[in-house]
């Protein structure tokens, strides 16, 4: 996976960062350049505007000394504004990330239909992949687990789904991981061909799982029981009232999965 750049999101309440720590450890893996981005305004410190900047910034430059010595090329930027996630989008697009990393929380289910969350708007909005982090320790087991259809609905599901198939076998690759993937299905009068799957996947059948079930529990489910470090998925992106009310399904498995999770636009 070729990687020139990566924007990591970080979290201005935190003390520890594990977005930065991931951020770091890809970088030092695949060459890439990092961006440290934090938004802040004025409910984050006493002082004027230029005074909580130089707060941040100074804290972010010390992660930037981490990177540095590694020889890992790495830039700062404070913004300043009241909504950080549509701005975290804006700065990703103006360094031209190729992928955007950020630390998740839970969420309960009903607080992801109630209300918009950062996931949500960093999902539906950016334009390069997001790196949801969920557990910060380094990726032991070398293991992704990227999720597909046997028969997209259309068009715009099979480009989808071809992406996430190039891009998991380009990104096991680079992190010298296994690749391996799952299919889920609703039909027990029909199960889908792991064989098929496979060759398309360009993977042998043992590193396909095809599991009957609910899609994210069978993702979350398929990630424990072969120990993955990483979960990747494609979302075809809603509008209007139903992107508000129907979480899907790379929100709801967020929260039922201690993996990390890259999504795919």
């Known amino acids: 996976m070729a990687l020139s750049k990566i924007i990591a999101v970080l979290d201005p309440t935190l003390d520890e960062q594990p977005a930065f720590e991931r951020a770091l450890d890809s970088a030092e893996i695949t060459g890439?350049?990092?961006?440290?981005?934090?938004?802040?305004?004025?409910?984050?410190?006493?002082?004027?505007?230029d005074n909580i900047i130089t707060k941040y910034l100074s804290t972010l430059e010390d992660l930037a000394t981490r990177a540095r010595a590694k020889e890992v090329d790495t830039e700062c930027e404070v913004d300043w504004h009241d909504d950080w996630r549509d701005q975290a989008v804006i700065a990703s697009q103006r360094c031209g990330a190729d992928l955007l990393?950020?630390?998740?929380?839970?969420?309960?289910?009903?607080?992801?239909?109630?209300?918009?969350?950062?996931?949500?708007?960093?999902?539906?909005?950016?334009?390069?992949?997001?790196?949801?982090?969920?557990?910060?320790?380094?990726?032991?087991d070398r293991r992704v687990l990227a999720a597909v259809v046997e028969k997209p609905a259309d068009t715009a599901h099979e480009k989808l789904n071809e992406q996430v198939i190039a891009f998991t076998n380009d990104f096991a690759q680079s992190y010298q991981s296994d690749?391996?993937?799952?299919?889920?299905?609703?039909?027990?009068?029909?199960?889908?061909?792991?064989a098929e799957i496979a060759k398309r996947c360009s993977v042998s059948e043992?590193?396909?799982?095809?599991?009957?079930?609910q899609t994210d529990e069978v993702i979350a489910n398929t990630a424990r029981e072969i120990d993955a470090d990483l979960i990747v998925i494609g979302t075809v992106g809603r509008t209007g009232i139903k992107a508000r009310v129907v979480g899907n399904t790379s929100e709801r498995l967020l929260d039922h999965t201690h993996c990390d999770v890259l999504v795919l636009h």
């Open 32 to 49: 890439a350049g990092l961006h440290l981005y934090m938004c802040v305004n004025g409910s984050y410190g006493d002082g004027d505007r």
């Open 101 to 140: 990393i950020k630390h998740s929380v839970d969420h309960s289910d009903v607080d992801r239909v109630k209300r918009i969350t950062a996931d949500w708007v960093l999902l539906r909005k950016s334009t390069c992949p997001v790196l949801m982090i969920k557990d910060h320790t380094r990726w032991e």
């Open 179 to 194: 690749a391996h993937f799952v299919v889920g299905y609703h039909d027990r009068n029909y199960e889908p061909n792991a």
């Open 206 to 213: 043992d590193k396909v799982h095809v599991v009957h079930g």
